[in-house]
C-alpha cells in the first residue's frame, strides 16, 4: 500500500488508520475501521474498496470482488479509489479489469496525462498492444512528450513481435513505425539514447541493415554512450547479417589492437579471416581496403598479429592479460579443424599450454580455460603434459603423510589446476581401485592442508582448498560405480558433510550430496539441502527438477506437495512479474528489453518443468485426498479438471533444465553429450504425456457422474454419458499408443552420465506393470459403461469380461507388489546395504491400488442402480425361489474388492515388517574403525540420515495405504 505523505484531504485523514492496518498485515482491523467509517461516510468509496483489499486478504474473495462490483460500476474517478481499486483487481489476478476502470476514468477527464498514462500501463499488463498504441497517441496528443510517441512505436513493434503471420509484421506494423520515427528524425524530434535505439531495432527486425548502418555511423549514433562500444558492437552484428567479411574483420583489427583482452571480437576476427580465405578475397590495388581500414585476409597475418599481441604482453611488467594467450590457443584448434598447415606457424599445443599455466595458473580460471584445449593434445602426451604442469607447482617438503604441500594459495591454485586436467585427460579414471584409495588420500590431505589458508575467513566463504574435498567425492562415486560397493558412497558423504561443515556456503557440495541421497533413495535430507541453495527466480525452473523428480517416488508425499507447491508458486507470479518489468522498461524507455521480458515469460510458460510440476503436483493431490477427504469427482472439480482440454503446449515445450550445475572434470567420452540432452527431453515428453494422459482419464472417469441408469443409448446420448465416454475411449486409445512408444524407448536401455540429468520413473513404470495396469483399470470404465447401457439381463458376455479384467488387475497388483519385496535397508558383512528401487515399486503399487478403486467406486455408482432395477423386476415376476442368484458382475465385484483387501493388507505387513528390520538395524556396529574418528562421525550421520528418511517415507505410505483400505469398506452395493 502506497504511503502517504502530507494529509490535506479531510478523507485522506480518514483512511490513513486502514491503510496502516493493510500495511501491516492487521486485515481484520482494516474491515471493522472500514466499517465505522462506511458508516458515518457511505458514499466513501475508497473505504469500500480498502474493505474489500482486506477481505480479498482474509480469502473472502467473493465478498471483496462483489464490494470493488459496486465501487467500479460508478465509474469513480478519485485518485485513492482508483489506486485502490488496482491494488485489489492486481491482487485477484484480473487485470484486465484495470483496463476498464481507467478505460471509464479517460472517458471521464479525458484530459488527464496521469490518467492516461495509468491506462497505458493497464493495457500493457495484459499485452493489448493495439490499445496500447491508440493509448500512447491519445497522451501524447494531450501531452506532446517524445517518451510518449514512442511508447507507441514501441507498441507497433511489439504487434509485429507477436504476430502470428510474418508477413503482416514486414509489411505493416514495421514499415509503420518505422515512418513515426522517420518522421521525428526528420523533424530533428530525436532526444535519447532509448529512441535511437528503438530506430535501431526497428531497422535490425526489417532487415534493412545498411539503413542500419547508417543511422549508428550517423550523428544518432553518437547518442549511443550508456554501454561501452556500443556502436562498435551494433556495427560488427550488421556486418555479419550482410556478409561484409573485410569490414568485420578490420573492425575486429581494430578493436582489438585498443584492448587485446576483449575476447567478444576475437571470434568474429576469426570468422572473417576464414569466410576471407574460403571466398579467396584480395584487397584493392589501390585505396584502403574497405570503410573500417585494413583487412587481414590471411592466415599469416593473423598469427602475425596474435603473436605481436603476446609480445605485447610478455614485454609488459604489469601482469599479462589472458586475451591473446586464449586467443593463440583458438586459433590453433580452428587451424587444425579446418587442416591447415599454418598451424605449425604457432608452435607445439603442449608447449603453449605449458606456457599458459606457467603465466595463469595461480587463477581459478585456469582450468576452464585450458579444459577447452585439451583435445589439441595426443594421447601419448597426456601423462607428459601433467609432468611439465607438476614441475611448475612449487611445492613445500614433504610431510609425514609422505606428501608435499603448497606454501601459499597461489601454489594451491596451481597444484589444484594439475589435479583437475589428470582428471579431465582421464587419468584418474584409469586407476584401479587402490590407485584410486591412494588418490582420495591425498585429495583429502590436501584438503586438509589448505584449510589454514581460511581460517580467518568468514563464515559465508568458500574454503580455498574445497575443490579437493569435491574432487575426493568424484572419486569416490567412481568408485562406487565401478565396483558397486555401497561403502564408498557412504564415504563420499562423509567427506562432502565434512566439507560442508567448514564451508556451509558451497553450492557444489550440497548439489552432490542432494544427488547421492536421491540416489540412495532418501529424501528427508534434501529438503533442507535445497532450500539452503537459496534458488533465485529462475533457477526455480532450472534446477528445480532436481528435488520434484523425487519427492514423490521416494514415498515423502507431504514433502512433493510443499516441493511442487514452492515451484509452482514462482510459475504463477511469472505473469504478473513480467508485466511489471514491462511497465518498468516503458517507463524508463528500455525498450530493447521488452522483447527479452516477453521471451521470459513464454519460454517459462512453455517450460517442461512447469508442465511437470503441475501435472504431478495434481495427480499426487488425488492421489492423498479423493475418495479420503472429498469424492472423486468434487476433488477433480475443486482442480478445475477438464478431461477435453490439453493445457500442455506440447509443440513448444522447452527443456529450460540446467543439466550442466554440477562441477565436472570428466573427460569428454564421460561428459554429458547433445545426444543424451535429446534422449532425456524425449524420455521426458514421453513420461509426461503418461502422466497427463493418466490425469485426464481419471477427470473423464470421475466426469461420468451416474445419478440414474439410462436403459439405452438414446437417453445416455442425451445425458452426454455417451460424448463423455468417447472422450474416455478416445484417452485410452492415446495412452495406449504412449506406452507403445515408451517401451520402444524404454528398450535402448539408456544410460546418462552419473552429474547428467536424472532418469524418469519411466523404466520401472513399465517394468513393474503399474502402467499397464492402471490402463487396464481404466479400460475397465469403458466396459462398465456398455454394462450400464446394456443393463444386466442382456450382458452375459460383457459381464464375463469385466469379471476376468477383476482378475486379471488383482493379479497384476500382486505381481507390482512382489516387487517391492525385500529390504530396503540391511546389513551385510558389517556394511550398510540399501535398495532404493524397491521403494519406487511400492509407490508404483500405492498410485495403481488408488486408481482401481477409483475404478470399483464407479462400479458402485454402475451397478447399485442396476441391481435395484433387477431386483424390482423380480419382484414383479414373483418367482418362487428361496434365493435370488446374484449376477456374475455382482459377484466378481464383490471378489475384488475382498481381493484388494486382502492386497493392501499384505502391503501394510510388508511396511511394518520393514519398519521393524530397519528399527532394530544396529548402525553402530558398522565397521568404521578404519576412518578417522571425525570422518566415521559425518558417514554414521549419513547413515542415519538414510535410514530415517526411509523409515518416515514407510509411515507415509502405510498411512495411505490405511486409508485405502477404509474406502474399500465403503464399497458395496
Known sequence: MAARGHVQDPNDRRLRPIYDYLDNGNNKMAIQQADKLLKKHKDLHCAKVLKAIGLQRTGKQDEAFSLAQEVSVLEPTDDNSLQALTILYREMHRPELVAKLYEAAVKKVPLSEEYHSHLFMAYARVGEYKKMQQAGMALYKIVPKNPYYFWSVMSLVMQAVSADDEKLAQTMFLPLAERMVEKMVKEEKIEAEAEV??????????????????????????????????????????????????????????????????????????????????????????????????????????????????????????????????????????????????????????????????????????ITDLI??????????????????????????????????????????????????????????????????????????????????????????????????????????????????????????????????????????????????????????????????????????????????????????????????????????????????????????????????????????????????????????LFLEADIMLSLEESVKAMSLCAEEDDIPWDSIRDNRDLTVFTSWDPKERRLAEEHRRLSLEEETVWLRIRSLTLRLVASMASLGHTCAPQNAETANENGVGDKASVLSSLLSQLNQTLQTASQLVEKHIRYPFLGPPSTRLAPALSTGSCQCQAAALQLCVHLQELELLGLDESSELQTQICNGFKSLVVQLQEILNTCRGDLLEMKDGKLKTQPSLLENLIFFVETVCIVLWMASQCTKILRPLKTSLQKKKKKKRKETSTDVQPLVICGFQELTGNLQDLISQALLHIKGQETGMMALKLSSLHLEGHPLEEASFMKAAMDKVQSSYLHSLQEVGDLLKRRAETIKNLKI
Open 372 to 621: 577447452l584445449y585439451l583435445h589439441l593434445l595426443a594421447p601419448e602426451q597426456h601423462v607428459q603434459f601433467i609432468n611439465r604442469l607438476s614441475e611448475a607447482v612449487p611445492l613445500g617438503e614433504q610431510g609425514e603423510e609422505g606428501f608435499a604441500f603448497p606454501e601459499d594459495t597461489g601454489a594451491l591454485q596451481r597444484h589444484l589446476c594439475v589435479c583437475q586436467l589428470s582428471r579431465a585427460l582421464g587419468l584418474h579414471h584409469a586407476l584401479n581401485p587402490e590407485g584410486k584409495l591412494r588418490l582420495i588420500t591425498e585429495l583429502r590431505a590436501h584438503y586438509r592442508h589448505g584449510l589454514k589458508f581460511g581460517s580467518n575467513a568468514l563464515k559465508t566463504e568458500l574454503q580455498f582448498s574445497d575443490m579437493y574435498c569435491l574432487m575426493a567425492a568424484h572419486v569416490y562415486i567412481d568408485l562406487w560405480r565401478d565396483t558397486g560397493d555401497e561403502d564408498a558412497v557412504w564415504q563420499a558423504l562423509g567427506v562432502l558433510q565434512d566439507g560442508l561443515s567448514r564451508s556451509a556456503s558451497n553450492a557444489q557440495f550440497k548439489l552432490l550430496l542432494l544427488l547421492l541421497y536421491c540416489h540412495l533413495g532418501a529424501f528427508e535430507p534434501v529438503v533442507d539441502l535445497y532450500y539452503n541453495l537459496d534458488a533465485k527466480h529462475v533457477q526455480h525452473d532450472t534446477i528445480g527438477f532436481l528435488l520434484t523428480r523425487y519427492a514423490e517416488s521416494l514415498g515423502h508425499f507431504a514433502a512433493a506437495s510443499q516441493s511442487c507447491n514452492f515451484s509452482l508458486r514462482f510459475f504463477h507470479s511469472n505473469q504478473k512479474d513480467t508485466s511489471e518489468y514491462i511497465i518498468q522498461a516503458y517507463k524508463y524507455g528500455a525498450f530493447e528489453k521488452i522483447p527479452e521480458f516477453i521471451a521470459l515469460r513464454n519460454r517459462l510458460n512453455h517450460s517442461l518443468h512447469f508442465a511437470q510440476v503441475r501435472t504431478e503436483r495434481m495427480l499426487l493431490d
Open 197 to 366: 535505439q528503438l530506430y535501431f531495432m526497428i531497422l535490425e527486425r526489417l532487415g534493412k541493415c545498411e539503413e542500419a548502418l547508417s543511422v549508428i555511423r550517423g550523428p544518432l549514433g553518437e547518442k549511443l554512450t550508456s554501454e561501452l562500444q556500443s556502436r562498435e558492437t551494433k556495427c560488427m552484428r550488421l556486418y555479419q547479417r550482410l556478409q561484409r567479411w573485410p569490414e568485420c574483420n578490420a573492425l575486429a583489427h581494430k578493436l582489438l589492437l585498443k584492448n587485446p583482452d576483449d575476447w567478444q571480437f576475437y571470434p568474429s576476427y576469426f570468422d572473417s579471416l576464414f569466410h576471407l580465405v574460403d571466398q579467396s578475397w584480395a584487397p584493392p590495388a589501390e585505396g584502403d581496403h574497405c570503410s573500417e581500414g585494413s583487412v587481414h585476409h590471411t592466415v599469416a597475418e593473423v598469427v602475425r598479429f596474435v603473436e605481436e599481441r603476446i609480445k605485447e604482453e610478455e614485454g609488459k611488467e604489469s601482469r599479462s592479460l589472458r586475451g591473446p594467450y586464449l586467443a593463440r590457443l583458438e586459433l590453433l584448434h580452428r587451424l587444425r579443424e579446418r587442416g591447415c598447415p599454418e598451424e605449425s606457424l604457432l608452435g607445439e599445443p603442449l608447449e603453449l599450454m605449458v606456457q599458459f599455466f606457467g603465466k595463469f595458473g595461480e587463477k581459478p580460471c585456469c
